[in-house]
């Protein structure tokens, strides 16, 4: 079985419907381990020694957060600023991380469709995270599209429900040993992947 | 001759150290110990010392001489400036009263007016020593009684020097001495030539302080041999003591006012610690002397006397010194424990009394009852205190708990957190938490602060919070944490103690004052353990870096990793230290516990860098 480990970011966790409900619970399927980056490190205070022993006992790496002004909150920068060193992480020494798996799940305020060319955001979400694609095959990893919920602010109760159960989903495949992702990439979002039923399962 | 000055020493040696623990662990405090211990050992009980206690006597009252340098030191100027409303106005009207009322008491019982100034002024003494102790005890030394009562046993000890100045004015025949002492200058002095005489002396003592005690001083501490200090310190009380007996002067005024010369020089702290143990065993001698030489069958002969006396005088100073108390705006609480503490008889009064009978101003058995007396009156306060906490304040001060509120409709809950004490620490938890919509419950034991806080509108209990039935009022059965923020970290200890005991669901975060006091509290088993300092210390020392020229990031992450690194090594060196035998805590081993900090400091300093965001990369 394969571990995940979710790099959790949220600096105001009490008041999001969303990511408590997409967090609760996680821990109960069988390899995964949720990381609350700003309940571990209020002060900013990174352990580097701790978090990449906690990186060597895991296989997948989830980046989990809202998005903040088209990027991640500000402490999880500082984890992958301070703890994916030069020689431990990437360049000729560095193989530490050498083909585990990356992703990032995230929760929008904005819908869908204000992520494309012709909307008000002017990009796709694909584009907004470019940084984190490259700094996980800059470390030799694969990097899987992302896992999103869009719209938060105008989610149903059933929707979020949806979402929850999406989540979970792809949470219990990413620890299956024989689950390679087949055709994943080709996605825009691991959410059409697993609605295309591509997982084979 | 040297066998037995050995068994002299031996027994009264002895008599310390089986006693005085005794007492202490009974609540009773040290002198009652070395006063009941010497009684014990006296010639009318076990009779281990007999009339030789008298040699005793005159060598301990050299203690007394230490004790009196002692508190002339303590005269800092400042401190003196500072309580000056206390020292002169409290201090003045709470002797004048009771020296007046004692006189008044005796003149009644039929003694001339001599005989009566002397013992109101010997009755109007209280002990400082057991102020100081009953306060330090109670973890009260910081409440306005305990400075009031402080500053009122000050002008006491001064007073002591005209006192002894003044008496042999009224004494009708000329002290006896022994035929062996060496004569003196004042024999047949009329008594106005010996005032005067007296005023030279004290200003010639003052001067020589400034010119010649001071440069002396200065002169040894250049040699830098610490025993060599120690021997000049007690070469300078000696020679006063001496210089004075040969006068015809009480050594004790000599002492006295060369410690008040040297309270003022840089040398203050350095005479204070190193005449300190040395007056701390011929004080403890002196007293067990003094239980030694009381005339037990006098007592015995006149118990309904010797009580009557003792309550009497008890009930005058008490009066007096409430009324004092109250003059002077204290509260009520505040103003019961400082009549509580003043209206015994202190150690002074011995010295007067035996003073008063060489003189022979009173006749040698009024003074053994009066003796009696003095020492009786010293077992009150202790007692006292007790009653006056569970019998008095609970129904008539303020409140020990408050009555428990009627549930509100929008009753927020209390929030389970119990905060004991609320000194310059706990305060501010108290109002962090409360800014933070967080309402501790509060336990404090002074009186004052407890008023003021209720009018705030915090839930106050007020007490010791070491006591089981306050904590239970508190809610210490229902609430979830505890913050342990006394002063004293004894008084803190034992209310962890009792609390683990008592209230094992209950979390406790604990207050340590030094790094020592933090390895106490990890052997009992502690978790949540802060140092006071710690924070404040790092805070100031990255803030160094910054005005050094560091970038602020940079300091305040060198900052936080030293914080994480230090509390680390606490608890690995915490371990370590049970390695060393027999490990008693001393400056030498606070020395050997820097040296160990710094060594490993050294070798596993935690790196400011962030290998991340250095440019070094290892091509």
């Not at chain 2, 005088?313 to 509260?331: C, Q």
């Amino acid at each position: 079985m394969k571990k995940v480990l979710i790099l959790f970011a949220h600096p105001r966790f009490e008041n999001s419907l969303t990511n408590r409900a997409l967090v609760a619970e996680v821990e109960a399927i069988a390899g995964v381990t949720l990381h609350d980056l700003y309940e571990a490190y209020p002060d900013f205070n990174v352990d580097v020694e701790r978090e990449q022993a906690l990186l060597a006992e895991h296989d997948v790496l989830v980046w989990h957060f809202p998005l903040y002004m088209y990027s991640a909150p500000a402490l999880l920068k500082q984890w992958i600023d301070a703890v994916l060193e030069y020689g431990w992480a990437h360049g000729s020494q560095g193989n530490a991380l050498s083909g585990k798996t990356a992703l990032v799940a995230l929760t929008a305020g904005g819908s869908r469709d204000v992520y494309t060319p012709a909307g008000h955001n002017r990009h796709s979400l694909g584009e907004f995270l470019t940084p984190f694609e490259q700094t996980a095959l800059l470390c030799k990893m694969r990097y899987l599209p992302p896992f999103a919920v869009h719209g938060t602010y105008l989610l149903t109760e059933d929707e979020r429900s949806e979402y929850v159960a999406a989540y979970r989903r792809l949470l219990g495949l990413l620890t299956r040993d024989d689950q390679n992702f087949h055709g994943a990439e080709a996605y825009d979002y691991l959410n059409d992947w697993l609605d295309a039923g591509q997982d084979g399962v | 001759m040297i066998g037995s000055f050995l068994q002299d020493a031996l027994i009264y040696l002895a008599t310390a150290a089986i006693f005085v623990p005794i007492a202490r662990k009974l609540g009773l405090g040290s002198i009652l110990g070395y006063l009941l211990g010497g009684i014990l050992i006296g010639p009318f009980f076990l009779g281990f010392v007999g009339e030789e206690g008298k040699d005793i006597m005159q060598f301990a009252e050299f203690g007394v001489v230490m004790m009196l340098f002692l508190a002339g030191l303590e005269l800092e100027p400042a401190t003196v400036w500072r309580l000056r409303k206390f020292i002169l106005g409290a201090g003045a009207v709470q002797m004048a009263g009771t020296t007046l009322a004692c006189f008044a008491l005796f003149l009644v019982l039929g003694f001339g007016w001599q005989a009566s100034v002397a013992f109101g002024l010997a009755a109007s003494m209280s002990s400082s020593a057991i102020i100081m102790q009953v306060f330090r005890e109670k973890g009260l030394s910081k409440t306005l009684a305990s400075r009031s009562a402080l500053a009122v046993s000050l002008f006491q000890d001064i007073s002591v020097i005209p006192i002894l100045a003044l008496l042999p004015l009224m004494a009708a025949a000329a002290a006896v001495r022994p035929p062996d002492a060496p004569a003196t200058l004042i024999d047949g002095l009329p008594g106005w030539a010996q005032t005067l005489l007296l005023l030279v002396v004290a200003n010639a003592i003052v001067f020589a302080g400034r010119f010649v005690f001071v440069p002396f001083l200065r002169f040894i501490a250049r040699v830098r041999l610490r025993e060599l200090f120690t021997a000049a310190a007690l070469l300078i009380v000696t020679g006063m003591a001496y210089l004075m007996i040969r006068i015809g002067f009480s050594p004790a005024l000599g002492a006295f006012l060369a410690g008040v010369v040297l309270a003022g020089s840089e040398f203050r702290h350095q005479l204070e610690s190193d005449i300190e143990p040395f007056k701390g065993v011929l004080l403890g001698l002196f007293f067990i002397a003094v239980g030694a030489s009381i005339n037990f069958s006098l007592i015995v002969a006149n118990p309904l006397l010797v009580m009557g006396l003792v309550v009497g005088i008890l009930v005058i100073k008490a009066v007096v010194t409430g009324a004092t108390g109250r003059l002077f705006g204290l509260s009520f609480d505040q103003n019961v424990l400082f009549t509580v503490v003043l209206s015994q008889i202190g150690e002074f009064a011995f010295v007067l009394f035996a003073f008063i009978g060489q003189l022979r101003l009173l006749p040698e058995g009024t003074i053994d009852i009066l003796m009696g007396v003095t020492a009786t009156s010293m077992i009150f306060p202790p007692i006292l205190i007790l009653a006056a906490e569970r019998l008095l304040l609970p129904y008539f001060g303020t409140r020990e708990s408050v009555a428990p509120r009627e549930p509100d409709a929008i009753e927020s809950g209390p929030s389970g957190v119990i905060i004991a004490g609320f000194g310059h620490f706990g305060s501010t938890i108290g109002r962090f938490l409360r800014a933070n919509g967080v309402a501790a419950t509060i336990l404090d034991n002074d009186s004052d602060r407890v008023d003021v806080l209720r009018k705030m509108g915090f839930t106050v209990f007020y007490g010791d919070a070491t006591r089981l039935d306050i904590l239970k009022s508190a809610g210490a059965d229902e609430a979830k944490m505890l913050i342990a923020a006394i002063d004293s970290p004894e008084i803190n200890r034992d209310l962890i103690e009792r609390v683990r005991k008592e209230f094992p669901n209950l979390e406790i975060m604990v207050r340590a004052r030094s790094r020592e006091d933090a390895y106490e509290l990890l052997d009992a088993g502690m978790e949540n353990i802060y140092r006071e300092a710690l924070d404040t210390s790092i805070r100031l020392g990255v803030d160094v870096l910054i005005k050094l020229g560091f970038r602020k990031y940079s300091a305040v992450r060198a900052g936080q990793n030293f914080l994480k690194y230090d509390e680390a090594a606490l608890r690995t060196l915490a371990a370590q230290r049970h390695d060393q035998e027999a490990y008693i805590y001393t400056t030498r081993e606070q020395i050997e516990l820097q040296e160990q900090l710094l060594a490993v400091d050294r070798d596993k300093l935690p790196n400011i860098h962030d290998h991340a965001w250095d440019q070094k990369r290892e091509e």
